[in-house]
C-alpha cells in the first residue's frame, strides 16, 4: 500500500520520515526498527506518523520506492535545444546509470533487509515489482532505441542484437547494485562505466577513438 495522499505541506516531515527509517534501518536492521523509534528520530508524534503509513510493510516500501524515485530523477535528460545523436544520447544514459549506482548503493543493504519485509505482504509486493518492472523496462527501452537509431545512421555496426546487449549493460548495473552491499569497491560508479565502456567497444561501436560513448 502507497502512503497516503498528501497535503504538499506534510513533504518536510515526510522526508524526516523516510530519512530517519533509512538511517534506524542502518544502525540496528529493518526487522529491529520500530515505528515509535522512526517517529522520535523524525521528530513526530506517533499519530503523525501512522497519518502517512498504516503499517510498517507501507513504510519500508515507501522508503526503498523513494529511492528508485530518485534514481529515476537522477536519469532525466538535461534540457537541450539541440539534436543530440545516438552515441552521446547512449552515453548520456550510461553516465546516468553510474550515478544511480552511487546514489544508491549507500541503501542497498537496507533496501535487501527491507525486500524480505515486504515480500511477505501481498500489495506491497506487487506494488514494489510493479515499479522496478516499469523502472528497468524504461531504462532498457531508452538503450535500446539509441542503439538502433545508431545502426540506422552507422555508428554502431548493424548486425549487433540491441536487446541482448541492453540485457548485458542492465544485468552489469544491477550486479553492482548487487556487489555493492558487501563489497565497497563495485559502489564506484568509475568501475561501472568502465564495464560498460569495455561492453560496448568489444561489441558494436564503429565511432572513432575516443568520440562520446568511449570515455
Not at 87 to 116: F, K, S
Request: hydrophobic residues 45%.
Amino acid at each position: 500500500m502507497s502512503p497516503r495522499r498528501l497535503d504538499p505541506s506534510a513533504s518536510e516531515k515526510l522526508r524526516r520520515i523516510l530519512d530517519a527509517a533509512h538511517e534506524l534501518c542502518s544502525r540496528c536492521g529493518v526487522e529491529g526498527a520500530r515505528m515509535d523509534e522512526v517517529a522520535a528520530l523524525a521528530q513526530v508524534s506517533k499519530g503523525t506518523l501512522y497519518n502517512f503509513f498504516e503499517s510498517k510493510h507501507d513504510l519500508f516500501l515507501a522508503s526503498m520506492i523513494d529511492s528508485y524515485e530518485e534514481s529515476l530523477r537522477i536519469l532525466e535528460p538535461a534540457d537541450d535545444d539541440g539534436a543530440v545523436g545516438p552515441v552521446a544520447e547512449l552515453d548520456r544514459i550510461l553516465e546516468g546509470m553510474a550515478r544511480v549506482l552511487e546514489a544508491m548503493a549507500p541503501r542497498m543493504t537496507v533496501h535487501y533487509q527491507a525486500w524480505g519485509v515486504v515480500a511477505g505482504n501481498d500489495q506491497a509486493r506487487a506494488r514494489l515489482y510493479g515499479f522496478l518492472f516499469d523502472f528497468f523496462n524504461q531504462r532498457s527501452n531508452d538503450i535500446v532505441a539509441a542503439i538502433r537509431e545508431g545502426q540506422r545512421n552507422g555508428a554502431f555496426a548493424p548486425d549487433v542484437d540491441a536487446e541482448a546487449v541492453t540485457d548485458g549493460i542492465m544485468a552489469l548495473l544491477g550486479g553492482f547494485l548487487y556487489r555493492s552491499a558487501f563489497d565497497p569497491a563495485y559502489s564506484d560508479p568509475a568501475r561501472l562505466r568502465a564495464c560498460f565502456t569495455a561492453l560496448l567497444r568489444s561489441t558494436f561501436y564503429l565511432a572513432p577513438e575516443g568520440e562520446a560513448g568511449h570515455g
